[in-house]
């Protein structure tokens, strides 16, 4: 063998480097394999120049139309979500370089990010657990595929990766959001220790609770606590908030086994008739157009969602023509994105005389509180949401044209006054085969891959919920004391993708007629290759699902090993 080809030899390749990425480097590095991860993004390394290249230069003067411009014309998806500014915007793919075909009829909106670490540079950082009924859903309601995995199974490999990542939450003892392995809690403000307390009193069916998140109130396995400067999604220097670039990526590099390639875009896996086992991986240089080949014992898909879908289906083969592990048919199917919509805005006259400093990268959390177990349901439809909630003081504006400059505009930030209380519900989405991803037939993207077609729309269950979340914003608002609520956020269905928790596509089940994976995320059909991004979920519960993905990559991580190990592999 020449030595250009060994270079391109190693015991496991992992696709994609976010969140289940990261995990699944760390977790094949530390168990002694030799592992290449492939990012199609740009490269950025924690701890170096955490901007580099992609800082803007502050020293040039600000053009706001110009930039309005651009934005409209390169990312009028991307510019849409939450964390996008001037400042991080190259951290996302520009959509007019990566175009896919989006159905008016269907919208989706496909957030995607462009550098190494992914969206673990730009998510929200809320962190929970599913619960044991989110598991046994499916089977109890026949709505899908049963899951092939319960809540005991997966609850040890929750606490493993929380161990090592840090989340920082209050216990509540809830069934229906089980507690995590906590640092301490991020401390309430006192207009949420008073909506708290009215809450309790007034409704006492629902339990307000600071949120769950990602984020350091300790010292932990070498990061720095938050110190609450406000911009995250510019990036974290100290590593206060988990992301790849901070934790999981780091600790895979200092195994010294670890080989990662950026500007690596993924084509297509290759696959082997005689061995029925994934071969290669061929590779797209996407500086210099190079077509390249990597060669592996075990594949980890972990690209995104969409993106991981979209180099199945393009791997095709005479045992596969469908595409890689799409026996069933199933792989692009049953496509799930939570649905988010504000229920409502509360004015709060109360505590008015205090003040806090800092910028809390953290809200509170309403639990769900519909269609629980044991009780006795009239909703009209099935599964739940639960609330992400926020406070702001509707005094305190950094905009200097209204709050003058230096000491007159800091004067102005320590006034105290009335408070905003925000509702925002992300609603559980039942799977649905008509949500879907697929292969456009005349369309390609500038490497000539074909592009992403994605057909996506929200189903009746849905539709009830988003009805049922403002009545019951409302009534909890009302219940918390507001003196005024506003309501007029009537904007129509929230647009696929918004959630950006999207998921599905090729799920996991006993079956390998009805599914893709087996319980350890192993494909049916091809032994190594293993999926744990989103696609793998067999249903989307109504919590942020990145600690889930974190839970299933360990444990698949574990599992693959062990089958190589005794040659299964």
């Known amino acids: 063998m020449s030595r250009l080809n060994r270079a391109r030899e190693f015991d496991a390749i992992v696709v994609g480097s976010g969140i289940s990425g990261g995990w699944a480097a760390k977790e094949l590095t530390e168990k002694g394999l030799k592992v290449l ?32 411009e651009e934005e409209a014309e390169e990312y009028p998806i991307q510019s849409q979500n939450y964390a996008f500014s001037e400042a991080n ?75 090592f990542v840090g989340i920082s939450g209050q216990a509540e003892g809830l ?5 995590s392995e906590f640092l301490p809690p991020m401390k309430l403000h006192a207009i949420e220790k008073t909506i708290k307390r009215r809450l309790e009193e007034k409704a006492p069916d629902v339990t307000m609770t600071i949120g769950r998140v990602a984020v350091l109130t300790e010292n932990h396995k070498g990061r720095s606590a938050c110190h609450y400067c406000g911009p995250c999604h510019r990036g974290c220097s100290t590593g206060s908030y988990f992301s790849s670039q901070s934790s999981t990526l780091p600790a895979a590099r200092a195994t010294g086994n670890l080989t990662l390639r950026a500007n690596s875009l993924v084509e297509k896996l290759i696959y082997d008739d005689k061995t029925r086992k994934v071969s290669a991986v061929q590779v797209i240089d996407t500086k210099t157009g190079e077509r390249l080949s990597f060669r592996a014992k075990i594949f980890f898909l972990c690209a995104s969602t969409i993106a991981s879908t979209q180099i ?23 496509l799930m994105d939570h649905a988010t919509g504000f229920g409502g805005v509360g004015v709060f006259l109360d505590d008015m005389d205090t003040y806090y400093y800092g910028n809390r990268p953290n809200g509170t959390y309403i639990p769900r509180f519909r269609n629980l177990p044991g009780e006795e349901s009239d909703t009209g439809f099935i599964r739940g949401y639960g609330f992400q909630t926020v ?17 007159e505009l800091k004067d102005s930030l320590r006034k105290p006054g009335q408070s905003l209380f925000v509702l925002q519900a992300f609603m559980e989405c039942l799977p649905n085969s008509n949500n879907r991803v697929t292969l456009s037939p005349d369309k390609v993207d500038r490497f000539g891959i074909p592009q992403v077609s994605v057909e996506f729309s929200w189903s009746e269950n849905e539709r009830k919920m988003m009805v049922d979340m403002k009545v019951q914003a409302e009534r909890l608002l009302k219940a918390a004391g507001a003196v005024y609520i506003i309501d007029n956020f009537d904007e129509g269905e929230p647009i696929g993708g918004m959630g950006i928790h ?55 991580c574990d599992y693959a090993v062990k089958q190589l190990a005794v040659g299964r592999l």
């Open 89 to 163: 915007k190259t951290f996302f793919n520009n959509d007019k370089d990566n175009p896919y075909v989006r159905h008016e009829h269907k919208p989706f909106n496909w957030i995607r990010a462009d550098v190494v670490g992914g969206r673990s540079l730009l998510w929200g950082r809320q962190s929970y657990r599913w619960s044991e009924q989110d598991f046994a859903a499916n089977g109890v309601d026949k709505t899908a595929i049963p899951w092939p995995v319960t809540y005991e199974e997966i609850a040890p490999w929750y606490s493993y990766v929380e161990q």
């Open 502 to 556: 999207e998921m599905g596509t090729a799920r996991m089940g006993d079956d390998p007629a009805r599914s893709v994976l087996n319980k350890y995320n192993q494909a049916h059909d091809v032994a190594n290759l293993f999926i744990t991004d989103g696609s793998f979920m067999t249903s989307s519960s109504c919590v942020n699902p990145s600690l889930t993905y974190m839970a299933f990559t360990a444990r698949a």
């Open 312 to 334: 199945l289906l393009n791997s095709t083969s005479a045992y596969f023509p469908k595409g890689l592990a799409n026996r069933s048919g199933t792989v692009g199917q049953y």
């Open 175 to 179: 069934k229906e959001l089980p507690d």
């Open 37 to 68: 991860v492939l990012e199609r993004g740009e490269d950025l390394q924690h701890g170096i120049d955490y901007l580099g290249e992609h800082a803007p230069d502050w020293n040039l003067p600000f053009n706001g139309m110009k930039n309005r």
């Open 391 to 407: 406070a702001l003081r509707t005094n305190w504006s950094t905009n200097v044209t209204r709050r003058g400059f230096g000491v």
